[in-house]
């Protein structure tokens, strides 16, 4: 996958703090249509049938549009419904197994051609082996403070993650703590995109949170703090 001129914004789902009474089907239509990049099912504690059930209806509600749906974790609720990629936690299958099984051997392609395989990776370390098991995209992360990522450990901070993005040549995204006060700093060490939770579920305005995103100033500075 190469680098996108634009940064790729990624939606992250989480239902048990969408805000009081929204449903998680609503809210990726409310995402799509704002013209989010990227919309990632992160519902670890459901079962692969409600899964399943509401990444085909996710997939249904990108169609035709330029926005993807990743499925967390599940390689085959991904592959069943037609999704656009798998993102893999820690947890998850090895990068390397999954590339493998989906791009077969002696051209045996399980997985449509376009099908992205991305990676969560907390250390230098863990993203050049993502890159070298064939890895699409990384996560990188907490760049900032997050309940969501504090199982990861303190926030790594900006100049971490630009050695990390200078370090792989596939695109890696910010993740952890990202919102509209900071995103302009991760663009501008390299980020190719930004994935967030909160950012997206608590915005009042969907499409004005994308488009101030977008107009984030991405020119590169060497002021990492």
């Known amino acids: 996958m190469q680098r996108e001129a634009k940064p790729i914004l990624c939606c992250v789902t989480d239902r048990a703090n969408l805000r009081t009474g929204e449903d998680l089907t609503v809210f990726v239509r409310r995402s799509v249509g704002a013209g989010v990049d990227w919309v990632q099912l992160r519902e670890k504690d459901l079962p692969a049938e409600r899964l399943l059930e509401l990444a085909r209806t996710a997939v249904a509600t990108a169609q ?51 099908f992205l395989i991305g990676a969560s990776c907390h250390s230098l ?60 700093a991760c663009l501008k060490v390299g980020a190719a995109g930004l994935a967030a939770i909160r ?17 984030a100033d991405p020119s590169p500075t060497r002021d990492a703090d």
């Open 64 to 114: 035709g549009t330029a926005t993807r749906v990743l499925i967390n974790d599940r390689l085959d609720v991904a592959l069943t419904a037609s999704a656009a990629g798998v993102h893999l936690g820690e947890a998850s299958l090895p990068v390397a197994e999954v590339v493998r099984w989906c791009r077969g051997a002696n051209g045996e392609r399980r997985a449509p051609k376009s």
């Open 125 to 184: 370390a863990a993203a050049r082996e993502a890159e070298r098991d064939g890895a699409d995209y990384i996560f990188f992360g907490p760049v900032f403070a997050t309940p969501s990522k504090a199982t990861y450990g303190p926030p790594q901070g900006v100049a971490k993650f630009a050695e990390v993005a200078r370090s792989v040549h596939i695109p890696v995204l910010a993740i952890g703590g990202i919102t509209l006060e900071n995103a302009a």
């Open 199 to 215: 950012l997206f579920q608590e915005s009042p305005d969907l499409a004005a949170t994308v488009a101030q995103l977008r107009a």
